[in-house]
């Protein structure tokens, strides 16, 4: 009985050709077969074999690029209804809205997807497909959820309205998590839209993990991952969030920065008390708070707290050597963002990021502009922001700066002081430890697997920036201990992305060049 033969095969690599064909009986089959072996069967198909540069498979970019090109305003319409979804923690509707949807996503493109859920948590969104004979799975880490959001600062008055706009020459989509991080997971979707539509095959077992709560900290992202650590364990999680070198180019980053929060708040009168009558007599607790905080870093920015830098762990010379191949682009950024001078006694930035910092996020005391009031304030309370390197311990460096408050004289309290308390003490600081902290991670970054996602994210555009540690952060640590693997970072937002602040927005140049990346990633071995 013959056989009808298709047109032609599909190219597997030079040397080797898939074959699909229906027998007379309608009866499906698939064969892999070598060039000289088909030549033999089929001398039909002789022409289109010799062309085979002309005739091979697309690469993953190309696939990637052809399908972008084609479908631009189609895909700029899907994202902006996939941010048009608002997703910030205080609604939890909206993030259950987005969850389903991207499970729904994930299953149009033939993906077994369902929802990792924990009480009072929103769900992460799990999507997994399997490949015959994989010898490797690969995870893809990102988030849906977004910051909160005051409409009055957003151009037009929506954080949930998208708007392209084109600025200086480049178009822009603005909404919340343009940037971070909804562009991660539309980046991935259309890649594999892209790779199905090329008939590009996956080689790796492929992964999806998206949460729903990375912007609240991650305080139940372990314990998800552990209860379902079969399903998200990986040779490697790909964690695709955050922004590209400021220079533009593709960056791939091998860690972040932990982090820490304290709240400090000081006390003065139990009331307003009118600053004419009482002035320089009553404490000022506004005044008290910012002598204490200016005590804790130098002129140059460097921390003075004892023992801040004590216990970080040294670079490898191969990251030095990365680091020193990167771009500098201090003067760029001064520039941009109308910086008469920086911190850090004349080191670069990505120096500095390797480093731990304490930051103030925002003082509170009193009433400024139109309501302000002759008064001394009761209280002052300030949020400190503290970014750690490997090697320091998040409880540690919290203990640190408590410690540096009570030799500054104050009595430490953790829940709101009495009268008795304010009586016997002259200084007293309420200290409420973010418990929702977590420590850096870095993953070497000569290990196989790592230089297997160098070589993918080059094939797409190089040179590679290639980083030790991203200055923002990221519960890398949860998602190595509970999927028992190693994280490496690949972001493509634009670093201007206004990311956490009004007027968020993604270049849609980033978009399109993400969605190549993603797809050179998907299609690894």
Sequence with gaps: MTSAWPDHPDIIDSDTYRIEWCDQQEMYSVAMISRWRLYALCPSLLFLLWLTPALAAQTPVEAARKYTETKKPELVQQFSEFLAIPNVAADPADLRRNADLLVEMLKKRGADSRLLSFPGAPSVVFGQINVPGAKHTIVFYAHYDGQPVTPSEWEGGSAFTPVIREVDGVQRVYARSAGDDKAAIFAQLTALDALQAAKIPLRANIRFVWEGEEEAG????????????????????????????????????????????????????????????????????????????????????????????????????????????????????????????????????????????????????????????????????????????????????????????????????????????????????????????????????????????????????????????????????????????????????????????????????????????????????
């Design 218 to 525: 991650s305080p139940h992202l372990e314990q998800i991952l552990e209860a379902n650590r079969d399903l998200v364990h990986g040779d490697v999680w790909l964690v695709c969030d955050g922004p590209v070198d400021q220079s533009g180019k593709q960056t791939v980053v091998f860690g972040a920065r932990g982090d820490a929060h304290l709240e400090i708040t000081v006390y003065g009168p139990h009331h307003g008390l009118h600053s004419g009558h009482y002035g320089n007599w009553a404490p000022n607790p506004a005044m008290i708070l910012a002598q204490l905080l200016a005590g804790m870093k130098d002129e140059e920015g460097h921390v003075l707290v004892p023992h801040f830098y004590d216990g970080i762990a040294p670079l490898t010379p191969a990251e030095k050597e990365a680091l020193a191949r990167a771009p500098v682009n201090d003067r760029m950024l001064m520039d941009a963002f109308w910086l008469g001078h920086v911190d850090g006694a004349g080191a670069h930035l990505l120096e500095l990021i390797n480093q731990p910092s304490l930051n103030i996020n925002g003082i509170s005391s009193g009433q400024t502009g139109a309501r302000s009031a002759n008064v001394i304030p009761p209280t002052a309370t300030a949020d400190l922001d503290l970014r750690l390197v490997v090697g320091i311990d998040w409880r540690e460096q919290q203990e640190r700066v408590t410690d540096y408050i009570r030799s500054r004289g104050y009595f430490i309290v953790d829940l709101e002081p009495t009268r008795e308390i304010l009586l016997a003490h002259a200084k007293v600081a309420l200290v409420v430890r973010d418990p929702a902290s977590y420590n850096a991670v870095r993953t070497p970054m000569d290990l196989p697997i790592a230089k297997e996602v160098i070589r993918a994210v080059e094939s797409v555009r190089a040179p590679v920036v290639l980083l030790p540690t991203m200055g923002g952060s990221v519960p890398l640590g949860a998602m190595e201990r509970a999927a028992q693997t190693r994280t490496i970072t690949v972001p493509i937002a634009n670093y201007d992305d206004n990311q956490h602040a009004a007027n968020e927005n993604l270049r849609l140049q980033n978009l399109w060049d993400g969605v190549e990346t993603m797809a050179a990633l998907l299609e690894m071995e």
